[in-house]
């Protein structure tokens, strides 16, 4: 039985101002994503600019931020925060949703795609590789804090969360998503990307992805208290199906047009 190694939330301070772990990975997330991008376009694989890049990063950071929390009060604690909404923009406390970060990234995607006279599905096909590694980064973050901790278990690399008020050996659920949801997922899209695919396969496969993934890891991680199950299912699995079964109709009917990408 492991223990958690309580590392101290706060990463270094200047002064008055603290910066935190959890903040710290969001800024990591999105530096990976930039790099990676900037490393697409170098190599010209994609039909985009630097500037096209750090735009789109600074409106998601917005679509991230705004629509993650907004889906962690609607989804996960609409009474809590609506009998203290002023606690809605109490960040530092942490508490976002993934699944409402990316409803606010997709309606960024669709403005941006707008605004340059781009299909929404090549800035999804352009994004969606560079995902998981931000992904990844986020969820080393909720370890480190000691949050989202998985359910109870026999095996050997069971850990003890004392955040979770007890001394019960439990999944490192947290782990599992930054193996699976981060470099899985980002090793079968990275893959998927170096031959041409039809214009909107990818994004559709990194929704398939991301969905079962997160569906399967759920089975590990406890659910909510406040939340529990429905119909055996907790809520991070009930945002997960409809998320993978858009991306296998969307794949499929992308597969059917006669249009692909051409190649670099």
Same mark, same amino acid.
């Given at each position: ?172 659920? $947290?782990?599992?998503?930054?193996? +699976?949801? @981060? ?5 079968? *899209?990275?893959? %998927? =990307? !170096?031959? #041409?695919?039809?214009?909107? $396969?990818?994004?559709?496969?990194? +929704?398939? @992805? ?5 569906? *399967?890891?759920? %089975? =590990? !991680?406890? #659910? ?11 809520? @991070? ?28």
């Amino acid at each position: 039985m492991l223990q958690h190694p309580q590392f101290d939330p706060v990463a270094f301070q200047i002064g008055p101002v603290a910066v935190h772990w959890y903040g710290l990975m969001y800024l990591v997330g999105f530096a990976l994503v930039w790099l990676l991008g900037r490393w697409r376009i170098n190599r010209g694989e994609v039909d985009f600019t630097a500037r096209d890049l750090e735009d789109l990063i600074f409106y998601s950071v917005i679509g991230v931020v705004v629509g993650g929390r907004l889906g962690y009060v609607l989804f996960y604690k609409a009474g809590e925060y609506l009998a203290q909404p002023l606690h809605i923009f109490y960040l530092w406390e942490g508490g976002m949703s993934f699944h409402g970060g990316l409803i606010g990234v997709l309606v960024v995607f669709f403005l941006f795609a707008r605004s340059k006279g781009k299909s929404f599905w090549e800035v999804g096909d352009f994004i969606a590789p560079l995902i998981p590694l931000g992904l990844a980064a986020g969820r080393l973050g909720n370890f480190i804090n000691g949050e989202l901790w998985g359910r109870p278990t026999d095996a050997p690399w069971g850990m003890v969360f004392p955040q979770a008020g007890d001394n019960v050996a439990r999944h490192p659920s $947290q782990l599992y998503e930054m193996a +699976l949801e @981060g470099l899985v997922l980002f090793a079968l *899209l990275w893959w %998927f =990307t !170096r031959k #041409p695919r039809a214009v909107g $396969q990818t994004s559709a496969l990194f +929704l398939i @992805g991301y969905g079962a993934l997160r569906f *399967l890891v759920e %089975f =590990t !991680r406890e #659910p909510d208290s406040h939340l529990g199950l429905f119909s055996g299912l907790s809520m @991070g699995q009930l945002l997960s199906l409809p998320m993978a079964a858009a991306g296998v109709l969307i794949f499929v009917l992308c597969s059917r047009k006669s249009f692909h990408a051409p190649k670099p």
